[in-house]
């Protein structure tokens, strides 16, 4: 497209909640010739969430964020990133104020930032009267990362596969309460990638998921049910990351011996999360646990 002068978006303010993720299930293949992993994965969303606000601004971008010191303000954050890809696809330039307001931890495998990027494409594509339609939309959020079109769809819970680009929406089971554990430290993805293939390398590539790993999925109408997700729960990133971090697995040990249904680590980490079958359950887990100084416990509910 010919690119035109700035156009503002509308005058008043608008926001979105921007909703953390959970991976129920997370298998990565082998990387392909570009050193791509494929991915299945499992998303579910949880109530907890950062706001994003956006607002009319002179020519460029500028970014605010608060709630987390550590979330970067300029061209290294995701939503910085989203807004240029954005403008570049309709052939404008940008002209915009992004408030972050931040309550989903960072580094946690929560998927915040991707969240946070996701809410942000929408507003601008609302602000701006749609020019982008729904398919469009969802192939810039391809772009930016994994997570990116899951949080962008604006669905419960969903199938996806290959980069997280390709996603089947599920009818979703029950919404349940759940906890977050979240360590006082956080793992990059990248990091863990590397542990991955480090590992699998180490072992002559037997860790890598195969057809049976984890169970095969069952039909989409079934996975309206916990105790069919149950079964197929499972996350090909504990393994190197619990070898390093060791207390993780210990968590999730302690949250299983609450009584939680389900608990694994979600996404490459750090966070561990934990879904019971009533409140009650998961207050007495968050309760009764005597976790480490500095780490959090955040009540949820999934999927929302």
Same mark, same amino acid.
């Given at each position: 497209m010919t690119e035109t002068q700035p156009e503002r978006p509308a005058e008043r303010a608008r926001s979105a909640a921007a909703h953390a993720k959970l991976n129920l299930r997370l298998r990565v293949f082998r990387p392909d010739d570009q050193g791509y992993h494929s991915i299945e994965t499992l998303f579910l969303r949880t109530g907890l969430h950062d706001t994003v606000e956006l607002q009319a601004a002179g020519p460029g971008? #500028?970014?605010?964020g608060t709630g987390d010191p550590t979330v970067?303000?300029?061209p290294e954050n995701l939503c910085w990133l989203a807004a240029e890809r954005f403008f570049a696809a309709v052939g404008r330039r940008p002209a915009v104020h992004i408030a972050?307001?931040?309550r989903i931890p960072s580094g946690s495998g929560l998927g915040g930032g991707s969240a946070d990027a996701a809410a942000l494409l929408r507003l601008l594509n609302q602000s701006l009267n749609n020019p982008l339609s729904e398919g469009e939309l969802l192939t810039v959020a391809g772009e930016l990362g994994s997570d990116v079109p899951f949080a962008a769809l604006g669905v419960p819970m969903a199938l996806?596969?290959?980069r997280g680009r390709r996603l089947l929406p599920l009818r979703p089971p029950g919404v349940r309460p759940a906890l977050l554990v979240v360590p006082d430290f956080g793992i990059g993805s990248g990091e863990a990638y590397g542990w991955l293939r480090q590992d699998r390398e180490a072992q002559a590539e037997s860790l890598y998921s195969s057809g049976s790993s &984890?169970? =095969?999925?069952?039909?989409?109408g079934k996975l309206t049910d916990w105790n069919a997700l149950r079964m197929v729960a499972m996350n090909d990133f504990e393994g190197p990351v619990f070898a390093?971090?060791? #207390?993780?697995?210990? =968590?999730r040990q302690r949250l299983l =011996? #609450? &009584? =939680?249904q389900i608990s694994q680590m979600t996404g490459s980490g750090s966070a561990v999360f934990a879904v019971f079958s009533n409140a009650e359950s998961r207050d007495g887990a968050l309760a009764g646990a005597d976790w480490p100084a500095g780490w959090s416990m955040i009540p949820v509910d999934t999927p929302v």
């Open positions: 971008i #500028e970014l605010l970067p303000d300029g972050l307001s931040k996806g596969w290959e &984890g169970g =095969a999925l069952p039909s989409p390093r971090h060791p #207390e993780l697995r210990e =968590a =011996a #609450e &009584g =939680a």
